[in-house]
């Protein structure tokens, strides 16, 4: 199953399955409360509807106002010597906001007050069921679904100090979307081929099975200190081949188009505008 949250004419959002060419609407204000809608969300999900057509649909943030966003930092070897960092024994760990999200296609508004904005593409994901002092096995099976997000990332403001906070929530600044893509959906979600590209160019290649923390193990990790929520948004980090890891450094500007695309998931594409 394919889930989308839409934005309607009347500025109402509606989440909605994805159906060949079509988007059939659910009377949901969103993916995420349709995941908290209760235990038999899937079975709500597949009901009958209005529907619309799926070229040109206005995706909404796929989650908008998610309980929680957890990132993950440092997961792929190739991002952490591109960085200069050693292996981390545990995950690193910070959080966005809901003011940080946009949709899948929606342009991308960068402040006057950074120079310095990067890309990262990932794998994320959604929470459907709520879980606490996860096993393995209940790791796994909390995960609703797979999506895609550019963790836009501001360098200036990440290094100011050694929290990433303030470099990795600006509003408006994180693709999340275009779709929630069950597990049923993908033959392994541990092993799919990311790619970021900047106008074109490649500038992140890599597959998820890269990964020194998979998606389960950072459900079962996270659920040792709080209890994660149907709705809550989970992120995997990035590969190697960020502008700031690069020599010389390159960072996006006005104008400049960047896609994330995830096998078997989808696709964010955005625009840079400077505000």
């Known amino acids: 199953m394919r889930l989308s949250t839409v934005r309607r004419p009347d500025g109402q959002t509606a989440a909605g399955r994805v159906e060949g060419d079509e988007i059939v ?3 949901f204000a969103s993916v995420g409360t349709l995941i908290a809608s209760g235990p038999d969300w899937r079975e709500a999900a597949a009901a009958a ?28 070897a190739t991002h952490l010597r591109e960085m200069g960092r050693t ?12 003011s940080s999200l946009i949709g899948a296609h929606d342009d991308i508004v960068i402040p006057p007050v950074t120079n310095e904005v990067d890309w990262e593409g990932e794998l994320a994901f959604v929470i459907g069921t709520k879980v606490r002092f996860a096993d393995a096995k ?16 501001m360098r200036d403001w990440q290094f100011r100090t050694l929290q990433f906070l303030q470099g990795k929530t600006f509003e408006g600044s994180t693709p999340l979307g275009p779709a929630l893509v069950t597990p049923d959906e993908l033959d392994n979600a541990d092993d799919l081929a990311l790619r970021t590209l900047v ?7 890599s597959r998820t099975s890269d990964l020194l923390f998979p998606a389960a193990e950072i459900v079962r ?21 960020v502008g700031h890891g690069r020599d010389p450094k390159v960072y996006l500007a006005d104008g ?4 994330v695309e995830i096998e078997g998931v989808g696709t964010t594409q955005n625009t840079i505008r400077s505000a």
């Open 25 to 27: 609407l659910l009377p």
């Open 49 to 76: 509807g209005e529907t619309v057509a799926l070229e040109g649909a206005d995706l909404a943030p796929l989650v908008p106002e998610p309980p929680k966003i957890v990132c993950m930092g440092l997961n792929y």
């Open 87 to 98: 292996p981390p024994t545990h995950p690193t760990l910070f959080a966005k906001y809901a």
């Open 138 to 153: 209940a790791a796994s099976e909390a995960i609703a679904g797979y999506t895609v997000m550019n963790d836009i990332t």
């Open 199 to 205: 106008n074109g160019a490649v500038m992140q290649k």
């Open 221 to 241: 990790y996270v659920s040792q200190f709080m209890t994660l929520v149907p709705g809550d948004v989970l992120t995997t980090g990035t590969p190697g081949g």
């Open 256 to 259: 400049d188009v960047v896609t």
